[in-house]
């Protein structure tokens, strides 16, 4: 029989009620337990101040001056590249740190005998998931015990040493750990193995996070924030449940967020919430059991049992029961929205923090939107069935402004700490590389000895009659230079490299001696270095002109000393065959030639005005003139520089290609072409040749092309592009500007070897040449720099020790007291050559005290100087007759 349809009516509108009535009864319960834990739901508002705070926190710990006061360490973990557990119990936990580490030997023992790899020395990493400070990757101070350990003898100590030692006690296999990590790292480079865009790792347990930035290049910086809030900053939304549960902790005070989100904190929150509640005749009907009492009894995995949507209750109903607490219906509803109110306000903390690591990585890369992957591992968010979805939904409403991306770790610890490993172990055999091939240029004490006693061996061949070396020289007697310099107005040219200069020089000697110059700089165009000498000298005249108009003096006939930094065979004072062009000049029918004729032929073809040209000066002689001036013990010039040269006061004596046997004569040593005979070829390396075999004047001026401001960063591009060509430098890629001759100026050497330099500026400097670096390129290129820079500076201490010890033993001194008067860009402005050049003058010639006197445009001041002194001497000569 069929039902009427009225009652199958009236039964439908009945269930209703009572589903309504259920319902009700339900919304009710659950607005009690919100209003009962209020302060432990948070507003965004609320979220993004928390945000805030911990902004704060980082950049505190970030902070050289504020690390130590900080509660949020930012331990640098020197992780710098992303990849192209536990073994304690409670009876462990607690013991001696030798039985600790000992007990961690005898696993690792373990398990390769079972693997069958005891014999093997294999590369380790090591996941130690405490808060530990680095200092290089295989090393890590234990800064503090945390998760209830608390083996003695053990914080302030270095946790690899301590496992070295118990597995060096051990005596039956031999371990080489490479690599100690966090495991929030080992997540992120788990992760970033899938996910090359992988920046940041949390564990949820949640205890830290990591994240790869930091203000030189990019590191990965182990946050630690567990210990948020340590210094009273989060009182304000901390409970009376939090501090409950710190109160009982193994560290009261500390770890004090750890103990609002973790997951070893979780299930104890909901405990004591429960307590209270049931003593208030909220839950239970006011029943309190033993088994409710007990510390430990509800865990984080009974709060993700409880939550789950189908089975919640039912699993709710089983875990009280067992607790002792005969619930209802009503009871189990309710002990699920406290979890879930728990677990939520966890999911949230979390989502703050993590967002703010955010935010400073969106800031730091400078992106108007972040795209980056969060390396997640944990048991709360792999098995609690809503916290994944509620963190993921919160931190994109905190951080509206980027696309984040969770990634799930798989044995992030473990397999995280093996990648880093993987890393070290890649990276140390590339840095044995690298220092391999480096090595060729750090040269030892009896190399440089060596160098000294060859210099010494070719200066001696140089003054000889017969050698076929042109020792050139310049009749600058030391008596002559002591007398008054002539009082008047002296022209000046000054060429040795792409910019030339003409100066107005106004000596006045007697009680007040003065210099006071004027000068114009003036360009030389490529295409006219490289010309016919013709144009060249040209060119220089119609400069000269330009300065004589400049200055209103185009009428009067000035005296004129003309500096020219090229290696001339002098015959006189006024008289300068060029031996052979050098720093890029090319220009025709010059070589062989008297260069002052040269000058006078061009003047006489502009026929604007007249000039005396008195003498030609070497930028090295004008240097010692200069130094001269002012302290009369200087008798060593040295240029270091575009080009590096040096000249010398020596014993007439002893220089056979003048002739003569009394006083002293200025010798320029051009010393640039030492080593042009093969006798350097022992330490230069294929690099120096690769700059040679390129250069304009190949098989000459060798020791220059190893020393002088011109060549350097020519050489460090070779080395690079070699350093590129094996995979060791900008990821294998050589790009069209590392191609590119010259673009590595030594100016760039000077700036990426400043000691106040971080790497991320060395990068920018990387990134102004086309060259996109890492971190590791940048560490990588500011080593090569450093090393070519401090050969040049010792090479060319080792000639000038050489030079000085030969005047010493030239007057039969056991000690020497001498000047050196030194100019150069490179001397000057290297923020390293000059104190290795000293103190290697000083090693290698002991017996001699050398002081070096910066000269205040030698090359100008010293030519006037000189042509000063040629001028007084033509009067005497006059006289004389």
């Known amino acids: 029989m069929t039902e009427a349809p009225r009652g199958r009516a009236g039964r439908m509108i009945a269930a209703q009620l009572l589903a309504y009535y259920f319902t009700e009864l339900k919304d009710d319960q659950l607005k009690k337990i919100d209003k009962y834990l209020y302060s432990m739901r948070f507003s965004d508002d609320t979220l993004k101040d928390i945000m805030k705070r911990f902004q704060r926190q980082m950049e505190s710990g970030l902070g050289r001056d504020t690390n130590a006061t900080a509660t949020v360490k930012m331990l640098p973990t020197f992780v710098r590249s992303i990849p192209d557990g536990s073994v304690a119990d409670e009876s462990i936990e607690r013991q001696e740190a030798l039985n600790l580490f000992g007990h961690v030997a005898d696993c690792l023992g ?14 380790v990493g090591f996941t130690f998931s405490f808060p530990c400070a680095q200092t290089k990757l295989d090393e890590a101070v234990l800064l503090t015990w945390t998760k ?45 193995f899938d996910d090359q865009r992988c920046e940041v790792g949390i564990i949820i347990e949640l205890r830290h996070i990591d994240l790869v930035e930091g203000d030189e290049g990019r590191m990965c910086i182990n946050t630690e924030w567990g210990a948020f809030g340590d210094d009273g900053s989060l009182e304000d939304i901390r409970t009376e449940f939090d501090r409950e549960i710190d109160r009982g902790s193994i560290n009261p005070g500390k770890q004090l967020f750890e103990k609002m989100a973790s997951g070893m904190y979780i299930g104890e929150l909901v405990r004591l919430i429960l307590v209270k509640m049931a003593k208030e005749g909220l839950l239970f009907e006011g029943r309190i059991t033993p088994e409710l009492l ?70 730091n890369k400078g992106v108007a939107r972040l795209r980056t992957t969060v390396g997640i591992d944990g048991s709360l968010y792999k098995m609690h069935p809503q916290y994944a979805r509620r963190l993921h939904k919160t931190v994109r409403r905190l951080v509206p402004d980027s696309d984040v991306r969770f990634l799930l770790s798989e044995s992030g610890s473990a397999k995280g700490a093996a990648m880093v490993t993987a890393v070290a172990y890649r990276l140390t055999e590339q840095a044995r590389q690298i220092q391999e091939t480096l090595a060729e240029f750090r040269l030892s004490k009896s190399q440089l000895l060596e160098v000294k006693k060859r210099m010494r061996v070719e200066i001696e061949r140089g003054l000889k009659k017969d050698s076929h070396q042109e020792a050139t020289s310049l009749r600058c007697l030391s008596q002559r230079a002591q007398r008054p310099f002539e009082n008047g107005d002296f022209l000046a040219l000054d060429l040795g490299g792409t910019n030339f200069r003409v100066l107005l020089v106004k000596i006045r000697s007697g009680k007040k001696r003065s210099v006071e110059m004027h000068n114009k700089i003036y360009a030389i165009p490529i295409e006219v270095m490289q010309g016919t000498g013709e144009e060249l000298f040209d060119h220089i005249v119609h400069c000269i002109s330009d300065f004589l108009d400049y200055m209103g003096m185009k009428s009067a006939r000035l005296p004129l000393g003309f500096t020219f930094s090229f290696p001339c065979h002098q015959t006189s004072l006024d008289a300068g065959i060029l031996v052979t062009w050098t720093k890029g000049f090319k220009a025709t029918d010059c070589e062989g030639e008297d260069v002052v004729e040269l000058l006078r032929d061009a003047i006489k073809r502009k026929e604007e005005f007249e000039l005396d040209v008195v ?12 130094c001269a001036y ?8 040295l240029i270091a520089g575009t080009g590096s040269n040096a000249c010398y006061m020596e014993e007439m004596r002893n220089i056979e290609i003048v002739g003569g046997t009394e006083g002293r004569m200025c010798v320029n040593m051009e010393w640039g072409a030492f080593g042009d005979n093969g006798c350097l070829d022992d330490i230069r390396t294929k690099y120096d040749q690769a700059v040679d075999e390129n250069s304009l004047n190949e098989g000459k001026q060798r020791y220059e092309k190893m020393c002088s401001g011109m060549y350097l ?39 990426i070897e400043s000691d106040r330099l971080a790497l991320l500026q060395v990068r920018a400097i990387l990134q102004q040449l086309g060259l996109d670096s890492t971190c590791d390129d940048s560490i990588i290129v500011k080593e090569v720099c450093g090393t070519v820079s401090r050969r040049a500076a010792q090479i060319c201490g080792a000639g000038m020790a050489a030079v000085v010890d030969k005047i010493r033993e030239n007057r039969q001194l056991e000690h020497l007291d001498i000047t050196v008067g030194v100019d150069g860009t490179l001397y000057k402005l290297h923020p390293h050559f000059s104190p290795i050049f000293h103190q290697t003058v000083k090693e290698l010639a002991p017996k001699c005290d050398v002081t070096f006197l910066l000269s205040e445009d030698g090359s100008g001041k010293g030519a006037a100087l000189i042509t000063a002194v040629g001028c007084r001497q033509r009067e005497l000569d006059a006289q004389q007759q």
Not at 149 to 170: P, Q, T
Not at 172 to 190: K, L
Not at 336 to 363: D, P, Y
């Open 713 to 751: 960063g020519e050489i460090v591009r070779q080395i690079l592009i070699d350093l590129t060509k094996r995979g060791f430098l900008f990821r294998g890629q050589i790009s069209e500007t590392l191609k590119t001759r010259g673009i590595f100026e030594t100016k760039f050497l000077s700036q």
């Open 148 to 192: 209830k350990f608390k083996a003695s003898a053990v914080e302030g100590m270095d946790v690899v040493k301590l496992l070295n030692k118990a597995i060096k006690k051990r005596g039956d296999y031999e371990a080489d750990i490479m690599a100690v990590v966090n495991d929030t790292v080992g997540t992120m480079m788990t992760c970033g």
């Open 110 to 123: 373990d398990f390769m005998e079972k693997q069958k790899i005891k014999d093997k020395k294999l590369p």
């Open 294 to 363: 007990t510390k430990g009894k509800i865990e984080t995995k009974h709060v993700s049992a409880i939550e789950k949507t189908k089975e919640g209750l039912k699993k709710c109903m089983e875990i009280l029961t067992r607790l002792g607490v005969e619930p209802s219906d009503e009871d189990c509803l309710a002990v699920q929205h406290v979890c879930t109110i728990v677990s939520f306000r966890s999911a949230n903390l979390i989502s703050s923090t993590l967002g703010a690591i955010l935010s400073r990585l969106k800031e």
């Open 630 to 637: 002012e302290e009369p013990t200087c008798e060593v010039g």
């Open 615 to 626: 003498a030609i000066v070497n930028d090295t002689v004008g240097t010692m003139m200069t």
